[in-house]
């Protein structure tokens, strides 16, 4: 399953890898790649959290305040953020 993003496709590749098991009849380098895949969970969820909690702020901000400063400020967070996703 090809997903737009380096980051989004190693997310979708983690999670596979930490929900299905390897089959009894994987070779070594099958059961490498998953291991090494599930041992990135952690790290995935934590960055996915990470993203929604600075995506929250720069919503409210936006939808809270008037100054301009602080919008366009939560403006480039949010692209940054949603870049990094994207990259």
Avoid: N
């Amino acid at each position: 399953m090809k997903i737009f993003g380096h980051q989004l496709d190693y997310a979708a590749k983690v999670f596979d890898a930490h929900r299905r098991p390897v089959d009894c009849g994987a070779d070594d380098t099958e059961l490498k790649q998953r291991l090494s895949l599930a041992q990135g969970y952690s790290r995935v969820v934590m960055q996915i959290l990470v993203s929604l909690i600075i995506l929250a702020g720069c919503f409210a901000i936006l939808w809270l305040s008037d100054d301009q400063s602080l919008q366009k400020g939560s403006f480039g967070l949010m692209g940054t953020v949603i870049g990094y996703w994207l990259r």
